[in-house]
């Protein structure tokens, strides 16, 4: 039995180093190329399991040689994968992805198999989501059918993280169920009409989503940690200073933080700053799923950082 049922994305990454990322009609020439298995749904699969989570991956890849690929290295991680169909109509999501020297990063994806994923692929994975205690998902596979996920695990009680990138606006009851919707700043600006400029302004777009039908909403911040905001308030947890390579992941690390934190019966003040650390962590290594940090890592930044 899998703690987490991840239903969600999965791509391999071509990435390039670049000295900046180039503007519209602009040529830049690039120095290190990796070819990395990502995708949301795959990062957050293979964050939580590095974490020590039980894991079960639910979503399509092509029958090419990218899926075969994706689906080895997340079997390597532990992530059951026994859910994951092989799309013979369509190829493997891709993503190209150029990062600048600080850090910073511009992503097309192209999502193959992953737009196919389907009501009836969530229908048939019931028995092992209902066993379930979390089931995470994200927008990178189709909407409807994040929705009847959503559906499937309330029923039979799964707690839903939901986070909703690439943002895309939904009406305020797609989130009815949701148990915790995860946004950044631009996704929580998209979902609200709220800019999130401060942390005022992200304590704002926090109550907006719970407003939506969400008992806890997290406004995440990049360098400067997250917000939380549940019924007893609002709370700003910074992120530690780090040297950062490369921003790919972060989120998803952060996620697989949460879960792995929330699974070892932890409030949710101390799980945000166990998914901070986990998410600042993953921004000192280049790549997706290559920089995310495994449990011995995380735990020991996490007691390094109390006051």
Known sequence: MSDVVVLG???????????????????????DFVTVPGGKGANQAAAAARLGVRVEMLGRVGADAFGEAMLANLYAQGVGTAHVRRDHA????????????????AIVVAPGANGRVSVEDVEGAEDVIKQAQFLLMQFE???PTVRAAIGLASRWGVRVILNPAPAQAVRPDFFQGVYCLVANETEAEILTGLAVRSLEAAARAGQALRQMGVPVAIVTLGAEGALLSTEEGDLHVPARKVEVVDTTAAGDAFIGGLVAALLKGMPWPEAVRYATCAGTLATTVLGAQTSLPDAARVEAFFREGRP
């Open 9 to 31: 994305s999965m791509n391999m990454d071509l990435v390039v180093r670049v000295g900046h990322i180039p503007r519209p009609g602009e040529t830049v020439l690039g120095r």
């Open 141 to 143: 596979v189709p909407l």
């Open 90 to 105: 369509n190829p493997s999501g891709i993503a190209l992805i150029t990062v600048d020297e600080r850090g910073e990063n």
